[in-house]
């Protein structure tokens, strides 16, 4: 009971400031809970799913593979979900498959990246608002100065107070708010290889079931507008254009 009459105590004598300071802490605490809950459950499962995914369809299971990926949750489960859903069809046109990872991973990107934004500001701004409060409190102890036409301890006491205070609960919310920061942006990273593995792996798979037959991968078109409108057939290697006759 003692200690928590202090802290009122000590938010009473910080002034105004303290209410944005507090009411930044609390925003603060709400994210970093929120967000360390999303990066353990998007790294969760993805060993499990890469290898459940992978065993699935090489057995030709696709429909299997798909359940997989789409009962578990995090970035890399959601790309090979993308990817396997593409496979299905096929049939892929170039480039489509790498499109729609691509596409998902910069989906999963801003998904996991979302609330960043604030821990960073209140981050930068509490130490602001601590050091506003040290000036408004500095300001008050010169004014008493002023009022009493005398420098007297007593008078400057309570503005130094209120500055010392507003700096000090500035500092203690933007420490940990920077930790807390810095540790996710780290753990995003390490996410980031987890999506990196499952479009690597889901790249792996298409060309492993278009080597057996089960999937067929269109080649890119090669000719130019002019050509594809006057119907002339492709041109390069593999692209099923007669060689050119010997001079």
């Known amino acids: 009971m003692g200690s928590q009459y202090r802290l009122l105590t000590l938010f009473a004598d910080g002034g105004w400031m303290m209410y944005p300071l507090v009411l930044c802490s609390m925003i603060a ?40 990926a789409h009962d578990t949750a995090g970035p890399a489960a959601a790309i090979l979900l993308a990817g396997l859903r593409r496979i299905k069809t096929k049939r892929l046109g170039a480039g489509e498959l790498e499109a729609a990872v691509a596409t998902t991973g910069t989906i999963e990107l801003g998904f996991l990246e979302r609330g960043l934004v604030i821990l960073a500001t209140i981050a930068n701004v509490a130490p602001l608002m601590g050091f506003l409060g040290t000036v408004a409190g500095m300001i008050l102890a010169f004014a008493a100065i002023e009022a009493a036409g005398d420098v007297d301890p007593s008078l400057v006491a309570g503005g130094i107070k209120v500055a010392l205070l507003t700096t000090a609960a500035g500092l203690v919310v933007a420490v940990p708010v920077n930790i807390a920061y810095n540790t996710f942006v780290t753990r995003i990273d390490r996410l980031i290889i987890d999506m990196e593995q499952g479009a690597q792996k889901i790249f792996n798979l298409a060309w492993d079931l278009e080597k ?36």
């Not at 459950?41 to 057995?59: P, Y």
């Not at 999937?215 to 507008?225: G, K, L, N, S």
């Open 212 to 247: 057996e037959g089960r999937v067929e991968i269109m080649q890119r078109d090669q000719r130019f507008p002019s050509q594809i409108a006057a119907g002339a057939p492709p041109k390069g290697p593999g692209a099923g254009g007669a060689p050119p006759a010997a001079g």
């Open 29 to 68: 605490l709400g994210v970093i809970i929120a967000k360390a809950w999303t990066l353990w459950l998007a790294h969760k499962g993805t060993t499990r799913v890469i290898a459940e995914v992978e065993q699935a369809a090489m057995s030709g299971d696709i429909d299997g593979a798909i359940q997989v």
